[in-house]
């Protein structure tokens, strides 16, 4: 499934929301038809939630493109992800910042970024928040995010996504790649694997997740995706 937008992107006062699910055996992909632009704003803030679920024994993948954050863009991002025991599910997201004058690399004001992921009677599984403020010095500081200019998250839940095989799969593909930094780790209660990437610039971070995504998709369910056409 490829999600089309008519206005171009998020602006000030957008808010934005999501609802898909899978059920009995499905198997679907939701992906974007490009990447998803933040623009600047004046004041206030844009919001995206998406609603998500794979549920009975259902295989659900939500695959999207990267979020641009323009200068002086505020986006409020929040995913509740509920998967199922027999289910599985492949959750990615990912931003990256440009100014398209060639300014300052940090030049986007906020993003607040938070994933939840439950079972379907509300458990919590594993919760990620992110808080960006260019205003604190996030470039070139070796604290948070150093020379990368990319941000991205795959979380791997159920269908054996716990296991080494697969995490090791994910480790090999990640460490021939140039301009990424990568960790890869096994979430609470062996509910799936959660990768954090950072790359240099969007190229690098497409081949990261591409690659992340490929190997948790072929280790969960036994045989490669063919690549998407966009």
Not at 85 to 110: K, N, Q, V
Not at 162 to 175: F, I, K, Q
């Given at each position: 499934?490829?999600?089309?937008?008519?206005?171009?992107?998020?602006?000030?006062?957008?808010?934005?929301?999501?609802?898909?699910?899978?059920?009995?055996?499905?198997r679907?992909?939701?992906?974007?038809?490009?990447?998803?632009?933040?623009?600047?704003?004046?004041?206030?803030?844009?919001?995206?939630?998406?609603?998500?679920?794979?549920?009975?024994?259902?295989?659900?993948?939500?695959?999207a493109?990267?979020?641009?954050?323009?200068?002086?863009?505020?986006?409020?991002?929040?995913?509740?992800?509920?998967?199922?025991?027999?289910?599985?599910?492949?959750?990615?997201?990912?931003?990256?910042?440009?100014?398209?004058?060639?300014?300052?690399?940090?030049?986007?004001?906020?993003?607040?970024?938070?994933?939840?992921?439950?079972?379907?009677?509300?458990?919590l599984?594993a919760?990620?928040?992110?808080?960006?403020?260019?205003?604190?010095g996030?470039?070139?500081?070796?604290?948070?995010?150093?020379?990368?200019?990319a941000?991205?998250?795959?979380f791997?839940?159920?269908?054996g996504?716990?296991?080494?095989?697969?995490?090791?799969?994910?480790?090999?593909?990640?460490?021939?790649?140039?301009?990424?930094?990568?960790?890869?780790?096994?979430?609470p209660?062996?509910?799936?694997?959660?990768?954090?990437?950072?790359?240099?610039?969007?190229?690098?971070?497409?081949?990261?997740?591409d690659?992340?995504?490929?190997?948790?998709?072929?280790?969960?369910?036994?045989?490669?995706?063919?690549?998407?056409?966009k």
């Amino acid at each position: 499934v490829y999600l089309q937008s008519l206005s171009g992107g998020l602006v000030q006062g957008d808010r934005v929301t999501l609802r898909a699910s899978t059920h009995g055996r499905a198997r679907a992909q939701v992906t974007t038809q490009s990447a998803t632009k933040v623009h600047s704003m004046e004041r206030g803030f844009a919001a995206q939630c998406l609603d998500l679920a794979a549920l009975d024994e259902s295989h659900f993948e939500y695959i999207a493109d990267p979020t641009i954050c323009f200068p002086r863009s505020r986006l409020v991002a929040h995913t509740d992800l509920r998967v199922a025991a027999g289910a599985s599910a492949i959750f990615s997201e990912s931003y990256l910042w440009h100014d398209p004058r060639g300014g300052a690399a940090m030049a986007f004001d906020t993003l607040v970024a938070e994933t939840a992921i439950r079972r379907p009677d509300g458990r919590l599984l594993a919760l990620d928040r992110c808080r960006l403020i260019s205003a604190f010095g996030l470039s070139d500081n070796p604290a948070l995010l150093g020379p990368y200019r990319a941000l991205g998250t795959v979380f791997a839940i159920g269908r054996g996504a716990a296991t080494e095989g697969v995490l090791e799969a994910v480790r090999g593909g990640l460490e021939a790649l140039p301009g990424v930094y990568a960790r890869v780790s096994h979430l609470p209660a062996e509910a799936g694997l959660w990768t954090r990437i950072l790359a240099r610039d969007g190229a690098a971070l497409a081949a990261a997740m591409d690659r992340t995504w490929r190997q948790c998709h072929e280790g969960m369910l036994g045989w490669p995706s063919e690549r998407r056409r966009k």
